[in-house]
């Protein structure tokens, strides 16, 4: 399950508390599943594929809304056309290397035709970020059983972090990173919901990282060689909640993504693809009867707290990929985990947390 | 009222069945205003203003789900980014003359101030088409008072079509344009809705028009010689239904207004503002309190004839924007009405109605 | 290459003059591939895969600029995000089913990795229709290696249209749907340039249909019985110009594909994938050496041109779907041929071409 | 010129090095103008009207590229329509609270006019934010002559920040707020650029702030009583800079003014219009003739320093527009100035600048 969680180090960030697990799956009904793939011969595999399937798996026949924001376009997440013009998710989310997007499109194809979801077709969101720095991605190691693994592998309850599935060849802020989440729990005068974000993190300079705005990575540059930086990092993000937002207010939640990324220390950068869903299973969308449905709808003046629980809960869960991932030795050299203790001391030395005064 | 309706010319457009007034005002409780503003001196004037004002004037306090499209953005909508944001419309529309937006936008915000709708602030919906040939435009003719005119005589019934409002100084593939509206009945298994269009339409060449797909423009234009066809032509479409669409689903309809505009022979042209706003008042949205809402949503799967409806009524209400509209003469010269009696040999010879077999 | 084109039959569309071939590949340097997939045993193949290839080939280090649009999204066009977020287009555009967007997209990426054109990654660009009404498309027939005979196929000269490539089993107005292509130079005072368009035609109700204005489709409907009209037609349009237009001239460009497709009969329905993509070979954008470069541009002030011949090729390109395709049987029944002398017979009667007065 | 500078503080943010003024006039030909509007009867006033005026003042003949971003669009920016068809800003850019944004639109119309710069229409760029707290904005203060005043006053050389123009009434994590500028210099192998911001800062809580990572503002809300927050912040950022950027780029560059906003504690509530514009000196594009430009264009390759220093010149503007500004009595209250000697306490409690480790 990784090496620690953020706040294992005494380090939290935001003000909003979290869910039961501080994971995406406090979002009732999502699982997250993981295919990890790691060999040396023929050719060095460090890749995977990490699944959301949302509606404990009946997101085939019961859609939910979503929207999603693209930061910086340096990336893919198919299925978007039909997301966005039907303001609906259908399917199970991949995530995979960037070489990889077809096959796990086509395996969600192929996995809904064989279990009878799809009547005529459907159009997968499949989102991927580039791992071939320690991953021989021209080696095309993903395979349509790899895409099947992670979806029968797709539970509830806390989520393996760090070098798994998807996340598992790569790299943040110039450390080892991949798939990390949190969540928050957002309390409104007559409910209460949950909003959770899972990332498959990969992008970043080491100089830019921040912790709860310590410039840690400034401190880490200072006394560390810069690893190759590469040149083609990449963030997914997908957030989930169980409020009653429309379509369009799954856009706008997806948005604020970006406001956790830039607090972590994303810029955008060129050929980052930094690429973010949220989807809503609040309302229920049934693919069958085809009739007017009823909906509930959180107004829009209600969105603040999950505009920050999203901006919470995405650099958090940056930062728990980052605490979770470990040291990664694979194609083209060593990519070093996080040093947790020196993170601690910097933290300290900034009087944010552990023991700080923030 | 205009000279004629194209229906008076044995001519109509499409399949579906029109609503009773063949009119925006088909939809429950939408009102249209016009106010007229002519006068020769000082200066030449021939502009005013529209306004369509959804829930009988109670949108201030109710809003409805709304979405925008432009084919061609050479123009102004005012209000835009808080529709879209919002997915929601929540004040009267107005449509006037390119240098006019900004008086007429002041005044809607003025007009809900002095009646107490508006709290803090509104972003108003105002957009424009170009009448400088006809009207001496850089006179700054309109004024808040005109808006609150139009905003005063919106009503429910037949609107007035061609040379009123903020159509007064239209030209339209070179004849006089103006005000058109049409409206058609869209039958589903369960219940019954209505889709309505109101043009303020400003475009064309008059080699490119197309009555019911025959070449009328380029017969007409064999046999006379073409005005000056000026630079600045553009169309505004305001779509509203009653049925209970999401603000993605208006904003798919609006975007069919699109296939309306091409048939009559629009193309988008570079100097054209063809911009297109949808509203649906099936799902009601108070302002206050501020709490969730119950609403319905029409399922994606039963919007192709809204599609239909929404294209069929645009042309039909660009036709009749022409059909309606008097010969003007203006500031530079003089705009000839439509001929009716050739486009009704035109239509003749093509065997289109009337009396031919289409 | 078909049974006819639609000007065989004395039909043309549009005042533009065509370029020589009247085919996308009037475009310099633009290339078509297709690779045919058809077999009975073990399961009923009617697909394939077709590929537009810009630049003769030397576009993976030579790139376009490029925009696109989506009239209506129910389908994939994947690379999209990167397309739009660089403004450019950097390989082949490949066209096959609904089921096989991944297998090709992959396919291009290894291409590109065989041949040292990609070093780190790349985006593909791959749309779809879907054929599964005569092909059996849950069977994923699609190979890598059918992905990469289309591209060894991609040529100058004469496009072959109907039943190809993936076209191969489309259906479009209820008749036997395709490929299709058509052109038009677009004469400028100081220069002449050409747009050409490729379509995969496989959107349409029979009723609908219409040539050169005529209500085609509804005379056929009169006496032919319709076929099972499916719901999930779509149609992608490659428009391509040698012009020297920025990304968003294209992006505007691949807008009036909208124009042509309503004109034949398109509303851009629930179930279809309305996607259109332009790219513009007039600047050339070297991926490497890094470094600023000089460009050429358009002015937005000449585009009218452009959107008029995009509209017209997009038109007629249908219709050369239309007639080149044959008759087809396969999974579910039997597509009929578009009957071309019911067509002409009926063009006579409206006047219209050929021998009519239009 | 406002109380103080950030950096007279001893504070800086980020890594790059300002230009020569650390201001958006940094710029070469970028002139900004206010006029500032303040009196107590017959009812109270304090806004005004900011002008950006690219070009020194020669944008009405020569458009620069631009492109924008909304983060959250409660908010007006009109002309946004046409400035993301054409990819072009063709006139100054106008600043001013909510209400007036139409007679300040209206305003540069008469303006070009009277000037001979408009020969048939133009569609102005003016942006809001809301000064209801300390202006009584219902009185609708601003005239056409205040617009013309701040074109007129549009110069080279420092800006003024704080209460000034239409920064005057504006309130900013519950400070007083208003205009702020900075400036960074791009080093590129081959050349230098600038990239220069100005916000007029309207938005956020006092509890949100952050100064360069530190938590100041929830250590002032620890000791200070919370004003009354209201419910309409926004924020506008207009970014310049003198490399050849396309239209697409300055979209990008816009989009990372959410950086420098997040990190200074903007989350884009739901009340709040976050509404950036960027635009590019680096190309000319005459109004006449109309004929084809030569361009250059960075490549996107190059573009990550541009997004570097728009996030730090934003996030710097913010707090120079804090820093400046100073306590103001008006229409509900007082609304107190940022307390300067209690920054530069918290920044050295956690050693980040002045005096800090950081």
């Known amino acids: 399950m990784g090496r620690a969680r953020l706040r294992d180090l005494g380090i939290s960030i935001g003000r909003l508390p979290t869910g039961p697990l501080n994971a995406i799956t406090d979002v009732s009904g999502v699982l997250v599943g993981h295919c990890t793939v790691v060999w040396d011969a023929p050719r060095i595999a ?45 399917g199970p989310i991949g995530i995979t290397n960037t070489h ?50 992670a979806l029968s592998a797709a539970r509830e309850g806390a989520v393996a972090e760090g070098n798994v599935g998807g996340g598992t060849g790569m790299r943040c802020h110039e450390f080892k990173g991949g798939i990390g989440t ?45 690893a190759d930086p590469g040149d083609s990092g990449s963030i997914i993000v997908i957030l989930a909640t169980d409020a009653p937002l429309l379509p369009g ?11 956790g990324l830039a607090r972590a220390g994303g810029f955008g950068f060129n050929s980052s693809g930094d690429i973010f869903l949220a989807f809503a299973t609040g309302n229920h969308l049934p693919v069958r009867p085809v009739k007017s449905v009823d909906l509930r709808m959180l107004p829009n003046e209600q969105m603040d707290p999950f505009f920050q629980g999203a901006a919470e809960s995405v650099e958090e869960a940056i930062l728990n990929a980052l605490t979770a991932a470990e040291t990664m030795t694979g194609f083209r050299g060593t990519c070093p985990a996080l040093p947790l203790a020196e993170v601690q001391a910097i933290m300290r030395r900034y009087r944010l947390s552990p023991g700080g005064s923030g």
Do not use: K
């Not at 009547?119 to 989102?127: C, K, R, T």
């Not at 498959?200 to 006394?223: H, T």
């Open 249 to 259: 207010q799954c856009r706008r939640l997806a948005q604020r993504a970006t406001v």
């Open 100 to 149: 990889a997007v077809g096959v796990v499109r086509d395996a969600i194809v192929a996995f809904g035709v064989e279990r009878g979801y799809v009547q005529s077709f459907m159009l997968p969101v499949v989102a991927e970020t580039y791992d071939g720095w320690l991953n021989d991605i021209g080696a095309f190691h993903v395979t349509r059983d790899h895409a099947f693994q």
């Open 182 to 226: 949190s969540s928050r729990r957002i309390e409104l005068p007559d409910r209460q919901y949950v909003v959770g974000a899972l990332v498959q993190a990969n992008y970043g300079r080491m100089a830019d990282l921040r912790v709860d705005g310590a410039p840690v990575g400034r401190e880490l540059a200072a006394i560390r060689e810069s």
């Open 46 to 90: 460090r890749t995977g594929v990490t699944m959301v399937v949302p509606r404990s798996g009946a997101i085939w026949e019961d859609r939910t809304f979503a929207g999603h924001h693209s930061f910086n376009g340096n990336g893919e997440m198919t299925g978007l056309l039909w997301l966005e013009e039907s303001g609906m998710l259908d």
